[in-house]
């Protein structure tokens, strides 16, 4: 592997190449100083798919030890279903390999902290892939309210209204025990941004979900999958803010799929996703104006997440060139998964979750 901090080209290698790894090619083909040299996947039918989307010739492989060994890649993109990224990222541990790790880090707690402690002395740069931070509105979102537009925060939600979950190779997100359930597969994203906005840690975790309308008709091997498809949690936070997160995977019919809102002592701000607009509202005097934040079409058709990924990997690959620190880093991806796991506790145990049960 060459240092990082080089001119040349970044070379990435991308382990799973199915939606996501392929959302991930698209990108890294757009980007200046990258490009996608190696793929690994034991889906015949994904390694085509790669090999249609990259940008040049890659090297194919079939098993991602034999791509670890060839010494050809700088970077590595896990892109694998969550129930493997623990036992991948063992073997990319042993690279000095700058590493972008899908989220969630892992599906259990055990694994998810082991991975993080693991990722402290990593040779290379080690990066959770939590990319919705990276949608320009968002990004904008997050400075205002941290720019203190609605004054001092109070409340912040996040609603995501949007179809069931896709299906994937083998389905293997049918089931809670493939996936870490919905709460930390799909609203790790969300426990991440709260921690993000809100700038304190989550003292307590109350929930209600459940499986109500989705995938009840399925069947795997006699088996009728278990992921909840609609939920409320409430989160406590350190610093008195009180989050919510409104989750619910049978409502297409949504204008927008994202709707966030913090709300300060003097005005509130929500942000909507796909219509990319900013609502400022002040109380005194009581007034509401909106602001569009654009995202050239090429990005926004380079996936499925706002342009998210774009600008995902332009902040990773400013990590690995000048040698910084991840903006998102597996203690964060630890305690998203967490966050999760406690609000499938409460909901299983019908009762609050104090994040002290977790040894963070
Ligand atoms: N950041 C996001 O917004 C976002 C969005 C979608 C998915 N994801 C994450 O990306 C990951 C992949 O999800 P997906 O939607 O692409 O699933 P997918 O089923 O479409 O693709 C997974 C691919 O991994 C391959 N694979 C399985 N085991 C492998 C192994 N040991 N080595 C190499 N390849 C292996 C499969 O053959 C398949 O091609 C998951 O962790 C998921 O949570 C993140």
Known sequence: MRESGVSEAIRYGIIGSGMMGIEHIMNINMIEGAHVAAIADPHDGSREWARATAAGKISEYADYRDMLAAD????????TPNYTHAAVLEDVFATKLHVLCEKPL?????????????AETHGGVFWVGMEYRYMPPVTRFVEEVHGG???????????????????????WNRFSINTGGTLVEKSCHY???????????????????????????ERYD??????????????????????????????????????MSAVGETGKIECLIPEGNLVFGTR???????????????????????????????????AIREGKPATVTATDGLKAVAMGLAAHRSIDEGRPVLMSEFDL
Do not use: W
């Open 72 to 79: 050809e890649i700088d970077a590595v993109i896990i892109a």
């Open 106 to 118: 892992a599906t259990t707690y055990d694994d998810a902290r082991k991975v993080a402690q693991k």
């Open 149 to 171: 537009r609605a004054g001092r925060l109070r409340m912040f939600s996040i609603r995501e209204h949007r179809y069931p979950f896709l299906q994937k190779v083998d389905d």
């Open 191 to 217: 426990f991440d941004m709260m921690r993000h906005v809100v700038q304190s840690e989550p003292v307590r975790i109350f929930a209600s979900g459940g499986q109500d309308v989705n995938h009840l008709d």
């Open 222 to 259: 006699g088996k009728v999958p278990d992921i909840l498809d609609n939920a409320y949690v409430v989160v406590d936070f350190a610093n008195g803010v009180r989050a919510m997160h409104d989750l619910c995977m049978f409502a297409e019919g949504s204008r927008n799929q994202e709707e």
């Open 284 to 318: 005194h005097p009581k007034q509401v104006e909106t602001l569009h934040v654009p995202v050239s079409a090429e990005v926004l058709k380079a996936g499925f997440h706002h342009g998210a990924s774009y600008f995902q990997h332009l902040a990773f690959q400013k």
